[in-house]
């Protein structure tokens, strides 16, 4: 019952900033977790961000903390990445996700409800 579709992603060097967006369907998208996450080739999807179905609460993972904000416009029903500092690490595919407000938090790909079909990041050293 929720589409995602992320957009936002291209090639930069590194130091430089890119903000992804991602738009969701649905009429009660309000009510759902968001969060990214991210694959880079040869590795396991990781989990980047995530926010709170009202946007009071961001948790991050550390190897972003600082560098990455996440947040969320409900009326506009699209999350999104603000990325700076970028590093050639950051390099992957990033995927938005959501996840029912029912049960625990998105911590994992596993407790994802709803994926987008990811967009792009080359960051160039």
Known sequence: QVRLVESGGGL?????SLRLS???SGRTVSSYAMGW???APGKEREFVARISPTGGITSYADSVKGRFTISRDNAKNTVYLQMNYLKPEDTAVYYCAA???????LVTPKDADYWGQGTQVTVSS
């Not at 930069?12 to 430089?16: E, I, L, P, R, S």
């Open 12 to 16: 930069v060097q590194a130091g430089g």
């Open 22 to 24: 991602c738009a969701a």
């Open 37 to 39: 996450f991210r694959q």
């Open 99 to 105: 996840k029912s407000s029912y049960g625990g938090p």
